[in-house]
């Protein structure tokens, strides 16, 4: 009966930690993602970036999921991309301590909506995998805090792209034909332009990413201010 609880001895309420805005970076590979990362680094005071999880993904009890998943997809696309479902749904439950914002490259929408999406349709994932993967996605939407405030596109040509990847040589990525980067573009372009299967989880915020970076930090400044001013 709390009516004759004295409320000096009543424990107090748990305080609930407010969920902090969260800015998503999203484009295909190689768009530059990383280098917008590394632009905001500059404003740790202000936003906190959650950790890049690509060194997990090369890294699972010593397995490089991401090195066996390009060279063989249709046996390891399954264990890769559970696994980056996993590191996706660790970054959106992260909490900012010390920022007013939160900043994640990627997101589990777009290890789902856009390289899952893109086994599969290319037949290089089961449909019993893509089945299994798409339960396990539902499921992590409904239990985890996913929502996200907004999403920066970095768009850029697949053959810009390409350049970048040939140009940061990481050696997992030696074989991704360009093919492989326009099926993702336009999957990418599905999703955040035209939204045709998958509604987009937050307003999309679009760069154009095709040049050179010392012209790119006049629009990364441009989205400085523009989310600074709104989350003043
Ligand atoms: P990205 O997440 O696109 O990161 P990046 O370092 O290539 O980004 P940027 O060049 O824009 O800075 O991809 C990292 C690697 O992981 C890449 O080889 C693609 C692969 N990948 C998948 O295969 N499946 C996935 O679900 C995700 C998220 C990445």
């Known amino acids: 009966d709390t009516e004759n609880v004295d409320p000096q001895v009543r424990t107090p309420k748990k305080k609930r930690s407010k969920r902090i805005p969260t800015i998503v970076v999203e484009g295909n590979i190689g768009s530059g993602k990383s280098t917008f990362l590394q632009y905001f680094q500059n404003f740790s005071n202000v936003i906190e970036m959650v950790p890049e999880p690509v060194h997990k993904w090369k890294d699972v009890d010593g397995y490089n999921t991401l090195d066996m998943m390009y060279k063989d997809a249709s046996r390891w696309s399954l264990a890769f991309q559970s696994y980056v479902q996993l590191t996706m749904a660790e970054g959106h439950k992260h909490k900012a301590k010390n920022a007013k914002l939160k900043m994640m490259e990627r997101s589990i929408f777009s290890a789902r909506n856009c390289f899952v999406e893109n086994l599969y349709q290319s037949k290089l994932m089961p449909e019993v995998d893509y089945a299994v993967l798409s339960e396990f996605y539902d499921f992590i939407l409904q239990q985890e805090n996913t929502k996200i405030d907004i999403i920066v596109y970095l768009r850029a040509d697949p053959l810009t792209c390409q350049q970048r990847i040939k140009k940061r040589d990481r050696m997992e990525e030696k074989s ?40 790119l930090s006049v629009k990364f400044d441009e989205f400085r201010d523009f989310i600074f001013s709104k989350y003043s």
């Open 176 to 215: 991704v034909p360009i093919e492989y980067l326009q099926s993702l573009h336009d999957l990418h372009e599905n999703w955040l332009t035209h939204q045709t299967k998958f509604k987009t989880p937050a307003p999309v915020y679009v760069i154009d990413a095709n040049e050179d970076i010392s012209k």
